[in-house]
């Protein structure tokens, strides 16, 4: 992921644990959309691509592919995740790779059938694999050479900036890996843009040939006003192909946009996909709550991303692991713990549940009203394991004590943490 690249000096790919990436990950909320919807996008703004279009059927494919006139195309599973031609479908004789060439409109259609209504299965993925609702039909263009070009916000430079390197078409994390030279990274004004003189020099240190620098150079400084325009958090150009016949084309590309802004950009979150997305996450941000899903038997609740990396580290530490985690964040209300719960409960391997509270700006006996809210509502049998410190921690352990319900309440971290994991043993 070009995330993880942050320059070409030195700095290395910020591979965070699974533990931390699961925590921050609960953190942040980026819409992403389809490749298809993503070209349409950059064709909006004056970025050249290989013509292509969406099909939602076997048959809309089958007519696309012969309304192109041309009988070299490429057919691509509209999936969000990364790994589409390696990937396969399910079923014992799912087909093999995501990606593929089409020669007639009758391959389109067989290719189609075969894609649509299925699961793809990639490595971003994992084994449930996510539904393939379409797939993009597009011209076959040769390149003649592959760069990789992004465009994100770059937390060392503390701005946006243009991220690109020769080698493209392949993992950019490899390439960051092996050759971090490899990588050019440009800062870019955030207000000003990038100016015509920056993205010729930035052309010419790709080695563009002659005729092609000034093609690429627009492409750069199209791709930032797209950026900043439409409140993107990511724009992921690659293959960015110098092709036959001397163009330069947008040939794959990965828009991401920031959640926070769809109160202005109402066109682009139409464009989101829910079905690409975990139900439970889905229905956890209607409530304004962030869920991830893990592999263990302790369900947690916690406010905030250090808390949970911690929550994760200690239940680890005592030999336990977490199902999943669900963070309140500053401002739930008793409802929403309630609500949080019920999502907490819907995976099945959860044997206890330990809520884990640092309060702050999130109050302690908030927090209270709503466990007690959800062991009463829900009937739960599960052992709730309960940490609160901190903003109204007395009025809270008040609350649990006169409640009644079986709530075990700690001090302490560690014996917490060992209670929960005690619990779902």
């Known amino acids: 992921m070009l995330s993880a690249v942050r320059s070409s000096t030195g700095r290395r790919l910020a591979r965070a644990s699974p533990l931390a990436s699961a925590a921050a990950s609960s953190q942040r909320r980026h819409l992403s959309i389809h490749e298809y919807l993503s070209m349409n996008l950059l064709n909006e ?54 990606v593929q060439m089409v020669d007639s409109p009758e ?23 996510r539904a393939c609702n379409a797939v993009m039909l597009a011209e076959r263009r040769t390149p003649t050479h592959e760069y990789y070009v992004a465009i994100l916000l770059d937390r060392g430079i503390g701005g946006p900036a243009l991220v690109a390197s020769r080698q493209g078409g392949m993992n950019i994390e490899d390439v960051a890996r092996d050759d971090p030279s490899a990588i050019l990274t440009v800062p870019i004004d955030f207000d000003n843009g990038l100016s015509r003189e920056l993205a010729l020099e930035t052309a010419k240190k790709l080695e563009f040939e002659p005729e092609n620098q000034e093609k690429a150079a627009d492409v750069f400084i199209k791709l930032y006003k797209l950026f900043k325009e439409k409140d993107a ?44 997305e975990d139900p439970s996450e889905v229905e956890a941000a209607k409530s304004g709550l962030n869920f991830i899903k893990l592999d263990g038997s302790i369900g947690c609740l916690v406010n905030g991303a250090g808390l949970a990396m911690a929550t994760m580290d200690v239940l680890n530490l005592n ?9 309140v ?78 709530i075990h309440s700690y001090d302490g971290l560690d014996e ?10």
Do not use: W
């Open 45 to 98: 703004y004056g970025v050249p691509t290989p013509k292509s279009k969406a099909a939602h059927s076997a048959k809309e494919a089958f007519e696309v592919a012969k309304a192109f006139g041309s009988d070299k195309l490429v057919i691509k599973a509209q999936v969000l995740a990364g790994g589409r031609g390696k990937g396969h479908f399910d079923g014992p004789n799912g087909l093999k790779g995501g």
């Open 107 to 129: 391959q389109a259609e067989k290719f189609a059938s075969q894609m649509i209504g299925n699961k793809l299965i990639t490595k971003q993925t994992g084994a449930a694999g």
């Open 233 to 276: 958090t990511q724009i992921e150009i690659n293959p960015l192909a110098e092709v036959e016949g001397g163009d330069v084309l947008c040939m794959d590309a990965k828009l991401g946009f920031d959640d926070n802004a769809d109160f202005r950009q109402e066109a682009v979150f139409k464009l989101r996909d829910l079905t690409q």
């Open 319 to 327: 030999g336990g692991s977490p199902a999943n985690f669900l963070d």
């Open 329 to 406: 964040g500053g401002g739930a209300t008793a409802e929403a713990v309630k609500k949080a719960f019920e999502l907490l409960l819907s995976e099945k391997a959860v044997k206890s549940i330990f809520v884990n509270i640092f309060g702050g700006i999130m109050r302690c006996d908030v927090i209270a009203e709503g466990i007690i809210m959800a062991a009463k509502e829900l009937e739960m049998t599960i052992p709730i394991i309960v940490r609160l410190q901190g903003t109204k921690e007395h009025e809270a352990k008040k609350l649990i004590q006169a409640s009644g319900m079986k």
């Open 416 to 425: 917490a943490a060992a209670a929960a994991v005690k619990a779902a043993a």
